[in-house]
Structure formats: C-alpha cells, structure tokens
C-alpha cells in the first residue's frame, strides 16, 4: 500500500486500484544527454562450398556472435515493475522493506484518479522509459543460403534458399543489478519481448524460366512462438478458451492466445521479357489469403501489437495483387 501511496495514489483508490486498459501501461521516454557511445564485440565464422560433383549448387553457412555492452536501449514494462516490486509466482508482488522510498518504485508515477497505470497521459507518466546506458545486448545464430541451378533443355531451373536459425537473443535492462533478469525472447511473445524474433525462419524460392517467361513460387516460413516463461510467471497466462459470442467477427471462437502455430506464406509471380527494353512482372502475394493469428491486446506494446496481431510479422492484409513495368533504354 505504502509503495502504491508513494506512486500517486491516494487513499481513496488504494484498495480499488483498476488492471490497466486494453492490458496497456503508460511509459513515458525520451532521450538522454548522458548517453555515451555503444561498445560491442563480434565474430563471425563462415564457409562457402561448391562442390564439382553436383554441378550449379552453392552453399553459405555463417555463425555470427554479436555482444553489445553499455546498450542504448530502454526498459520493458516487466523489467521496471520488478526492478520495484519484486516478482514472486503467479504475478504475487514482494515489495521489499523500503521499496516505497526507493528510486526504483517513485519513479513510477499512478493515475491519481484511479492509482492505476493507465490512464490520461497529462497527469500520469506511468512506467519510466527512458534512454541509457545501463542495458546489454547479445545473439547468436547461423545464416544459410542455398541456390541451385541447372538447364533442363525445355525449361531452366531456379533453386533458393535463405534461412536463419537463432539460438538467442537476450536483453537485461540493468547490467550492474545482479536481480535484473537476462532476457531472452526467442520463440517468445510478451509486452517484455518487442517485435518478434523466431527461433527459425526461412524463404524458398522455386523459379522456372520458359524462354522470355519466368514462373516463380516464394515460400515463406516462420517458426511457432510461445508466451515468455517469465510473463506468465510476472502476470499468469494469456487468455486461452472460447470468446464471448457478442464480441464481433470472433465470437465463439476457441482460441489459445499463449502460442501461435508456426505460419507459412505463398507468394506466386511470372515475369514476361516483352522485348529487350520492356518486362512486366504480376504478382500475388499470399496467394492462399492467410488470416494473421490472432491474439489478445496484452500480448505486445502497441508499438508492434496493433489490432490483435503483429503486422510487422504476420500479413495482415490478405491476398493482394501487383503489377510492376520494368522500362530500359
């Protein structure tokens, strides 16, 4: 109560303080003119194979290791409340004993109408989410590319390949607090994890080339996420049954808002070499119209969350067509 007193609440709100809306806090950021340069250590290892006995296939594996000290970077919602208060399980706060003096809890700055952290930006800051140096950065993983090409006689075969495999990408917002976690968010959704980073995707392209026209298939995979070990502990599980029937286009839907099902997209487009100056490509981008998975408003920040999924991640527009002429003279 006191560390809530402390934040701006007052005591008519204290024993009736709200969740905040549509599972959204306030943070209030900004630059910072004690900001000093980044410094990082990094290393890659790579081979490059193209074997004699199977003619036109190339290979590219490389092992990159990226380390940032003294990160530019901001804390997540999850990072600040527990710098504060302390997780214990199932979202259980443990404020310790003169937490409500203490830099790390007056910081955060409650509605005083309703001592939520929610609420009209003019009279509450929320979470502070300012820019410093006290954050690190770290990852690992391997790029991988294949192309694969040969001549058929009547038709000219296009083979390739990108993929990455991440093994992780870890975030601690307060290097120099021993209780500050080492997150890693790989294969992981929360409001703590920003956009989203798969533990494997990859893009296959086939092209068959017939002359002056060219057919090409591009298949894309992302691999499946999970809701962050560390969120469900800090704020239980998200939603997982069957929506309300009133709620519009999704009701009595049964949903599991804790994982999203690895995705794959099909793009399909033909070129035509109409003369040596002129070519038009048409495309159709998700060719089998996949609806983006959908998931709860507490499941990302809105800066990457928006309207129930991650549009940065997953088409959110459906099939879609395009038309592109290509002029040379």
């Not at 129930?308 to 959110?316: K, M």
Request: aromatic share 10%; glycine share 12%.
């Amino acid at each position: 109560m006191a560390v809530c007193l402390a934040q701006g609440a007052n005591s008519s709100n204290i024993q009736t303080i709200p969740e905040p809306i549509s599972g959204q806090v306030l943070a209030t950021g900004g630059g910072n003119l004690n900001i000093s340069p980044e410094k990082s250590d990094s290393y890659t290892i790579g081979v490059i194979l193209e074997p004699d006995f199977v003619p036109g296939f190339t290979a590219t594996v490389d092992y990159y290791n990226i380390k940032v000290r003294r990160a530019i970077s901001s804390p997540t919602p999850g990072d600040v409340i527990g710098a504060c208060f302390g997780i214990g399980t199932a979202g259980i706060f443990n404020p310790a004993p003169g937490a409500s003096t203490s830099a790390a809890c007056t910081s955060i700055n409650r509605d005083p109408q309703t001592g939520g952290l929610s609420g009209d930006p003019n009279t509450s800051t929320g979470l502070p989410s300012t820019l410093s140096n006290s954050g690190s950065l770290e990852t690992d993983g391997i790029d991988v590319v294949l192309n694969y090409r040969r001549d058929l006689g009547f038709v000219g075969l296009n083979l390739g390949f990108n993929g990455n495999y991440t093994f992780n990408s870890k975030f601690n917002a307060f290097v120099l607090n021993p209780e500050s976690v080492n997150r890693d968010c790989t294969g992981f959704v929360s409001s703590n994890c920003g956009s989203l980073q798969p533990d494997f995707q990859w893009s296959q392209r086939t092209t068959l080339s017939f002359g002056d026209v060219d057919v090409s298939l591009l298949w894309r995979h992302i691999s499946s996420f999970e809701q962050e070990p560390l969120d469900v502990i800090d704020s239980g599980p998200f939603f997982s049954g069957t929506i309300g029937a009133a709620i519009p286009g999704v009701g009595g839907r049964t949903v599991n808002f804790g994982k999203i099902e690895s995705f794959d997209y099909f793009d399909l487009s033909t070129r035509f070499e109409v003369n040596e100056n002129f070519a038009l490509t048409m495309t159709v981008q998700n060719l089998l119209d996949k609806n983006p998975p959908l998931l709860g408003n507490n499941a990302g920040t809105t800066t990457y969350n928006s309207g129930n999924t991650f549009p940065s991640t997953y088409d959110s527009l459906g099939r879609r067509y395009a038309v592109t002429a290509r002029l040379s003279f």
